[in-house]
Nanobody, 126 residues
Framework: QLQLVESGGGLVQPGGSLRLSCAASGSTLDYYAIGWFRQAPGKEREGVACISSSGIITKYANSVKGRFTISRDNAKTTVYLQMNSLKLEDTAVYYC???????????????????WGQGTQVTVSS
């Protein structure tokens, strides 16, 4: 059974950077697409960035394009989300998730992944 654990969240000032990690156990990540999602208080969960099993295909929400980068290291069974130029509106709980379907279906939440981490809080505040 695949298990995911996020880390790397915290408090950062606007314009700062954070790198989130999503570590997998119980299964190899080689065949899974991975997505990062976030949910702010009072808002629906949204897809932020997703990456295909090969790492070749990525998809980003318009709100984070050019600022966030998703990457994966299958050997280390870890997926990363590098977040630069953070804004107040990036404040949310960030989750990673995994499943076998397409990056597009995952990031648009057309299909909901079966495997989720517990989330890590990111707070952008001055």
């Amino acid at each position: 059974q695949l298990q995911l654990v996020e880390s790397g969240g915290g408090l950062v000032q606007p314009g700062g950077s954070l790198r989130l990690s999503c570590a997998a156990s119980g299964s190899t990540l080689d065949y899974y697409a991975i997505g990062w999602f976030r949910q702010a208080p009072g808002k629906e969960r949204e897809g932020v960035a997703c990456i295909s099993s090969s790492g070749i295909i990525t998809k980003y929400a318009n709100s984070v394009k050019g600022r966030f980068t998703i990457s994966r290291d299958n050997a280390k069974t870890t997926v990363y989300l590098q977040m630069n130029s953070l804004k107040l509106e990036d404040t949310a709980v960030y989750y990673c998730a995994a499943d076998f379907f397409s990056v597009h279906a995952m990031c648009t939440m057309t299909l909901e992944p079966n495997y989720w981490g517990q989330g890590t809080q990111v707070t952008v505040s001055s």
